[in-house]
């Protein structure tokens, strides 16, 4: 279920880069009516394009063949401005090997609009409000503190034979982002309740 939710909150992540790569063109309005224009639903810090510089989490994801899996989760549900908050952030982003590692049918079930809370809540379990690069992580790990995210529960940080472990799963490499920082995760940490 964690794994779920988190693959959920790095696709709607996606969703929001490429969203953020198609031009609005607006034309100027002649009416006086104030209430004329309809709210856009895709509103929002994540919908702003950003033609260079260093890119947000949401951004890099987008960017990432390993990651189209988590970008469609993260727009299924919505998050994608979650991922570009000026944070700072650290994204725990499940790559789509991860992602192959779930039931399919489970996948695909977490990915219908009536699940979108569910899958909100799996993303959200991937990011951590704090800044979290890989040697804070380590002494994170020497302490036995574990990490608060922002799905409100608080996952365990493990260091084995060098490597970093966050609720038993690996991370393969970390990126530094203008929001913070992305550890691509072996797998979708699940949440147990």
Not at 70 to 96: D, I, K, R, T, Y
Not at 168 to 185: A, D, E, F, P, Q
Request: proline share 5%.
């Amino acid at each position: 279920m964690k794994i779920i939710k988190h693959l959920f909150f790095v696709f709607a992540v996606g969703a929001l880069i490429c969203s953020c790569k198609n031009e609005n063109k607006a034309t100027p309005s002649t009416s006086t009516d104030v209430n004329s224009e309809t709210p856009s639903e895709k509103t929002g810090q994540a919908f702003i394009e950003d033609k260079g510089g260093t890119p947000n989490a949401l951004q890099l994801a987008i960017q990432s063949k390993d990651h189209s899996t988590l970008v469609a989760a993260v727009q299924a549900a919505g998050v994608e401005n979650a991922l570009v908050n000026v944070g700072p952030l650290s994204v725990f982003a499940p790559n789509n090997d991860a992602f192959a590692k779930i039931d399919e049918a489970t996948l695909n079930d977490l990915l219908k609009p009536e699940n979108k809370d569910k899958l909100a809540f799996i993303l959200t379990h991937h990011v951590a409000p704090s800044n979290y690069p890989i040697d804070m992580l380590k002494k994170n790990a020497k302490k036995g503190r574990k990490l608060y995210m922002a799905s409100g529960k608080y996952l365990e940080v493990t260091e084995k034979d060098g490597d970093i472990y966050i609720d038993g799963s690996k991370i393969l490499g970390t990126v530094n982002v203008s929001n913070g920082w992305v550890h691509v995760m072996e797998n979708v940490m699940l949440p147990r309740d």
